[in-house]
Nanobody, 115 residues
Framework: QVQLVESGGGLVQPGGSLRLSCVASGSIFRLNVMAWYRQVPGKERELVASIARGGNANYLDSVMGRFTISRDNAKNTVYLQKNSLKPEDTAIYYC?????????WGQGTQVTVSS
């Protein structure tokens, strides 16, 4: 069964850091651009960052220079290193392919930035 499992969220103070991880089924990971999305209640899910198999990455303007997406193709894992976190980064973070596949949405991992 194809699935994505996110982890690494938590409560962090403004200015702090977190690293999110997402382990993906090999069949999906090898062929696709992988991405992190986030959603705040009442708002649409937005694409935060994406990375191609060769490492080419793209970012949402508001996270540029603070977040870094990376992937370990041998471990079928994609990471999101989040530095200089702001309260507006509070959301549930999900990984998926880009473009996303609806059937792959998992539980996500909650990130809360608050003092």
């Amino acid at each position: 069964q194809v699935q994505l499992v996110e982890s690494g969220g938590g409560l962090v103070q403004p200015g702090g850091s977190l690293r999110l991880s997402c382990v993906a089924s090999g069949s999906i990971f090898r062929l696709n651009v992988m991405a992190w999305y986030r959603q705040v209640p009442g708002k649409e899910r937005e694409l935060v960052a994406s990375i191609a198999r060769g490492g080419n990455a793209n970012y949402l303007d508001s996270v540029m220079g603070r977040f870094t997406i990376s992937r370990d193709n041998a471990k079928n894992t994609v990471y999101l290193q989040k530095n200089s976190l702001k309260p507006e980064d509070t959301a549930i973070y999900y990984c998926n392919t880009s473009p996303f596949i609806n059937a792959l949405w998992g539980q996500g991992t909650q990130v809360t930035v608050s003092s």
